[in-house]
């Protein structure tokens, strides 16, 4: 693939020269067009914005300020491991087969321009590099070379480097004491993180680049709008999967790490009354399950938790107590594997089963 050629020689010509140059001579790259010759030029002496003034904000993205490119990038991630080095698999040091070392079909990176945050939601990968030869040196800075050059050679915009500060620390983590953790990768508080910006026909692109003396990372992101796949259950639906299945499936919300119910998870919970009143003689076992995030047994203590907030919910409106039984099984019994956004949210569920 094109851009997978076009990163391993820009690593070969790096640690052949050690200097900060262009993915090749004229000679080397006759084919190379000017365009292209320009951006790889100027991609190690690229403005960042300095930033004024308190950082501690978020604000919505410009992309009026990214020029477009039209540079083959091939398919998502966008960028392939350079010469001599591999993106290891999730859980293990073997190499990736499918180019990424971790996946999410939706979910975040927080980017950083220089003045503010921004959540950069979508698809998102991350890749974790090491070298192909285990006894070889770590070349940090053949690695960073390599991979701003590459994303400049593309058209992406370098915005800003990150060190995070105190006080951003607060900011980014007031509401979750993990968001730097999750959504920013290496090891920010020590290590500058980059943040570069794509727009191009194939989407808008978002990169974090993170290295030390022994690592190197990539957090890239696919922007899209989140798009619902849970459908309100009806309790005409209901009726229809108890009849075939057994039991109906629910995804019923409710509040992080609560039994409390969210609006569109007690409208769920008046269709099941509306099921039990239409249907006198059905009795239900209300059974909760969860996805496998947290401990096992905090799992099954909330899964019971919220089974039990929707059997006091239907009690307390007239339905008689000996036609439910609440239980929860934490993440004992998935649907799926828990390995993807996706799935996971499959996961979190209420089941009816019919008695």
């Known amino acids: 693939m094109t851009t997978n050629l076009t990163f391993e020689k820009l690593f070969f010509a790096?640690?052949?020269?050690?200097?900060?140059?262009?993915?090749?001579?004229?000679?080397?790259?006759?084919?190379?067009?000017?365009?292209?010759?320009?951006?790889?030029?100027?991609?190690?002496?690229?403005?960042?914005?300095?930033?004024?003034?308190?950082?501690?904000?978020?604000?919505?993205?410009?992309?009026?300020?990214i020029p477009q490119?039209?540079?083959?990038?091939?398919?998502?991630?966008?960028?392939?491991?350079?010469?001599?080095?591999?993106?290891?698999?999730?859980?293990?040091?073997?190499?990736?087969?499918?180019?990424?070392?971790?996946?999410?079909?939706?979910?975040?990176?927080?980017?950083?321009?220089?003045?503010?945050?921004?959540?950069?939601?979508?698809?998102?990968?991350?890749?974790?590099?090491?070298?192909?030869?285990e006894n070889a040196e770590w070349n940090q800075y053949g690695f960073d070379s390599s991979v701003d050059k590459y994303l400049a050679s593309i058209g992406a915009k370098l915005l800003a480097k990150l060190n995070i500060t105190k006080a951003q620390e607060d900011f980014?983590?007031?509401?979750?004491?993990?968001?730097?953790?999750?959504?920013?990768?290496?090891?920010?508080?020590?290590?500058?993180?980059?943040?570069?910006?794509?727009?191009?026909?194939?989407?808008?692109?978002?990169?974090?680049?993170?290295?030390?003396?022994?690592?190197?990372?990539?957090?890239?992101?696919?922007?899209a709008d989140f798009e619902q796949t849970i459908k309100a259950p009806t309790a005409v639906q209901m009726k229809k999967d108890i009849d075939a299945n057994g039991k109906a499936i629910l995804n019923i919300n409710f509040d992080t790490d609560k039994s409390t119910l969210l609006p569109d998870g007690q409208k769920a919970v008046d269709e099941i009354l509306t099921l039990l009143k239409d249907n006198s003689s059905l009795k239900i076992a209300i059974e909760g399950h969860t996805d496998n995030a947290g401990t096992a047994a905090r799992n099954k203590t909330l899964s019971a938790e919220r089974a039990n907030t929707i059997l006091k919910s239907l009690t307390s409106r007239g339905v008689a107590s000996n036609r439910l039984t609440a239980a929860g099984f934490g993440a004992e019994r998935p649907l799926v594997a828990n390995d993807s956004d996706e799935n996971m949210a499959r996961n979190r569920r209420v089941e009816l089963v019919k008695k």
């Open 69 to 133: 490119s039209n540079s083959e990038i091939g398919a998502f991630p966008y960028v392939s491991a350079p010469a001599g080095f591999y993106i290891q698999e999730k859980d293990s040091y073997s190499e990736s087969k499918t180019g990424y070392s971790h996946l999410k079909d939706f979910n975040k990176l927080i980017i950083f321009n220089g003045q503010s945050f921004f959540n950069a939601e979508g698809k998102v990968a991350e890749l974790k590099f090491r070298r192909k030869d």
């Open 172 to 223: 980014l983590n007031k509401d979750d004491d993990k968001a730097i953790y999750n959504h920013i990768i290496g090891d920010p508080y020590n290590d500058p993180v980059r943040f570069y910006a794509l727009n191009h026909p194939k989407g808008k692109i978002m990169f974090q680049v993170s290295s030390n003396t022994a690592t190197g990372e990539i957090g890239v992101v696919e922007l």
């Open 14 to 65: 790096l640690s052949l020269t050690v200097a900060v140059a262009g993915c090749g001579s004229a000679s080397d790259k006759k084919d190379e067009t000017p365009q292209d010759s320009s951006i790889v030029a100027t991609s190690i002496t690229e403005t960042i914005p300095v930033p004024t003034g308190t950082t501690e904000v978020f604000k919505e993205f410009d992309w009026t300020t």
